[in-house]
């Protein structure tokens, strides 16, 4: 079993659709968790932390169970721009440092 | 301010060279981490350095691959006597300290010929 978990997609909506991804992960040890983007053959780059309250930034909705170990990622009026891969980033600090995680990525695509 | 810079951005070599990927983090941190990517797949953790010390490696295969990040100039990945499965993009990340999220540079697409 892979220690994170996704959907690989793709999800193809319209513009102005909501849309969310889910992530499962296997270590209960785990500390911290992050949503990533990555671009076609880019860098990932980090959308947001996730927090066991939840968290909002713009049209970017992070949630936390950390009970069913499992993270999902809301996504409001979908621009094209949001046509990417997210991957689901977990870190186990029990390590004494951040060993992050990778999923596999789920692939959105936007359409007009 | 500078990201995480890499170098070379593509690099080709045929079965049996060296490859040598150059990291220097974005500044102020001292912390660097290496990833792969290989194809349809997600990222892997290789290693963790800080400044002349390894600190994990327990991502990086047995044999052929080593790190380094000396007291002056950037973080080193090489890989000895590259073969056709190590064909991937090589990332890497910094952070100001150890559990501060990473930043990752543009990376390196290594193809062996």
């Known amino acids: 079993r892979k220690e994170v978990e996704q959907d690989p997609g793709p999800f193809n909506v319209p513009e102005g659709a909501t849309v969310a991804f889910n992530c499962t992960y296997s270590?209960?040890?785990?500390?911290?968790f992050f949503w990533y983007r990555q671009d076609c053959r880019k860098e990932p780059k980090l959308l947001m932390s996730?927090?066991?309250s939840g968290n909002e930034d713009g049209r970017f909705t992070a949630q936390l169970n950390r009970a069913s170990q499992y993270i999902s990622l809301l996504i409001r009026d979908s621009k094209l721009s949001d046509s990417a891969t997210y991957l689901c980033?977990?870190?186990?600090?029990?390590?004494?440092?951040?060993?992050?995680?990778f999923g596999t990525g789920t692939r959105l695509l936007v359409s007009p | 301010n500078a990201g995480v810079m890499q170098n070379p951005r593509h690099l080709v070599r045929r079965r049996g060279q060296e490859a040598r990927l150059r990291c220097s983090p974005m500044?102020?941190?001292?912390?660097v981490y290496w990833y792969r990517q290989l194809p349809e797949e997600g990222l892997k953790f290789m290693v963790y350095?800080?400044?002349?010390?390894?600190?994990?490696e327990s991502g990086m295969p047995k044999e052929r691959f080593s790190a380094e990040f000396p007291k002056e100039g950037p973080s080193i990945l090489r890989i000895q006597q590259v073969v056709r499965g190590d064909s991937a993009a090589y990332f890497c990340?910094?952070?100001?300290?150890?559990?501060?999220?990473?930043?990752f540079g543009d990376g390196t697409r290594l193809s062996i010929l």
């Open positions: 500044k102020g941190h001292s912390h």
């Open positions: 270590n209960s040890a785990s500390q911290s």
């Open positions: 990340a910094s952070s100001p300290r150890v559990n501060q999220p990473q930043h």
């Open positions: 980033v977990v870190n186990t600090l029990n390590t004494g440092f951040q060993k992050l995680v």
């Open positions: 996730v927090y066991s």
């Open positions: 350095l800080q400044k002349e010390n390894i600190i994990d």
